[in-house]
């Protein structure tokens, strides 16, 4: 049995009061979803995985902020298609992407954090004109304010499918 002196208490308290302080430290200095930090002006090459997200060629897997594109996965897999007319969709908005970037590259002229599936939510910018703004007005893409939890687009609305 041992003896507990003021000593070993102040002794504890000390010891947590560090923990505290280096924890409360580490969170002030970790990047937060929602701060968006300027970027480089390195120019990079986009490699597209669906319409709205892909590789950059530093290697940053990336999300494009504030839009949404139907998805191009498997309805039966998750995170997929919600119907076959979106799937449809999806391979259209990912080739708009790709007719867009090809032989191009793009700089990221806003990094605001990272999303569930740990991609860097970008803002990219095409000869100077933000890159999701070209692909909403054609047509292939919508607004979406994922930060704002909207609602994501439904792509089969009104579809056959």
């Known amino acids: 049995m041992s003896i507990r002196t003021p000593l070993n ?13 280096g924890g409360a430290y580490y969170a002030s200095q970790a990047p937060t979803a929602s701060a968006a930090t300027a ?9 597209w995985s ?13 999300r494009l902020h504030g839009i949404d594109s139907p998805e191009t996965g498997s309805m039966k897999q998750r995170g997929g298609a919600k119907c076959e007319s979106e799937r449809a969709l999806g391979f259209e908005a990912k ?3 790709l007719e867009l970037t090809r032989g ?8 605001r954090g ?19 703004a070209l692909l909403v007005a054609g047509g292939t893409h919508r607004t ?3 930060d704002g939890r909207e609602k994501k687009p439904d792509w089969c609305a009104g579809a056959a499918s």
């Open 104 to 111: 191009k590259q793009v700089t990221i002229s806003e990094m």
């Open 144 to 146: 979406w304010d994922y």
């Open 39 to 47: 970027a480089t002006e390195t120019p990079l090459t986009v490699y």
């Open 9 to 21: 208490y102040l002794a504890g308290a000390g010891i947590l009061l560090t923990i505290v302080a």
């Open 50 to 62: 669906d319409g709205d997200s892909g590789r950059l060629s530093d290697g940053t897997k990336f």
């Open 114 to 132: 990272t999303d569930r599936y740990e991609r860097t939510v970008v803002r990219l910018e095409l000869d100077g004109k933000d890159l999701a």
């Open 95 to 97: 080739e708009a992407a």
